[in-house]
């Protein structure tokens, strides 16, 4: 009986350093994801419930570091299907012929099936990796503004920084992001 109690202590203990080496990563992989905070914590909490379901059945892990974001990307598709997609923004971005695209209008549908789903989620994970690319200033005011829907005049008063200037380093912000998804976006939507 004595071993079985030492196996579930190093099992817990192996599990509370996963939780603390990669908890805060995982949480901001959610977050850029997902703009509900209570939604990213029940992600979170998801995640890791199913790590300690797994070690408890004694699931072999091999890399446990890409099983977690694995399972929290599934998790995250799973929160999408349940709810109906809100506007991605109500930022508009001029198409090639002059016309106004609104960003949501450039991602496939969550409910379009599995090849739109995966293109989506590509698309969502080069946007994370292209808003890391962006200096601090500009992914601030692009996070703010387009995904937690917060006014440029309440950004100006948070941060002392003037409307202009907030709007001058998020249309540098687009402008990177633009041109970073477009050969993604060329590619998957050849006829």
Same mark, same amino acid.
């Given at each position: ?12 203990? +192996? ?7 990669? /908890? ?6 959610? +977050?850029? *994801? ?15 419930? +199913?790590?300690?379901?797994?070690? *408890? ?37 001029? /198409? ?54 917060? %006014? ?25 992001? *633009?041109?970073?998804?477009? %050969? ?8």
């Amino acid at each position: 009986m004595a071993r079985v109690d030492h196996m579930a202590l190093e099992q817990d203990q +192996r599990i509370s350093e996963v939780v603390k080496r990669e /908890g805060s990563r995982l949480r901001n992989f959610i +977050r850029r *994801r997902v703009a509900d905070p209570r939604d990213v914590e029940d992600v979170l909490q998801d995640v890791f419930y +199913r790590l300690v379901e797994a070690n *408890r059945l004694l699931m072999p892990i091999d890399h446990v570091t890409g099983w977690l974001f694995r399972v929290a990307r599934n998790r995250i598709t799973d929160l999408f299907r349940k709810k109906t997609p809100e506007p991605f923004s109500d930022t508009a971005i001029e /198409g090639e012929e002059g016309e106004l695209l609104q960003i949501e209008d450039l991602l496939p549908s969550p409910d379009a099936g599995p090849e739109a789903l995966y293109f989506r989620n590509l698309l969502l994970d080069e946007l994370e990796l292209a808003l890391d690319e962006l200096p601090d200033e500009q992914r601030e005011v692009f996070v703010a503004h387009e995904l937690e829907g917060r %006014s440029f005049k309440e950004l100006a008063e948070e941060t002392g920084v003037s409307v202009n200037t907030l709007l001058s380093r998020k249309r540098y912000a687009v402008l990177h992001l *633009r041109e970073r998804l477009q %050969s993604i976006y060329d590619e998957f939507m050849k006829p």
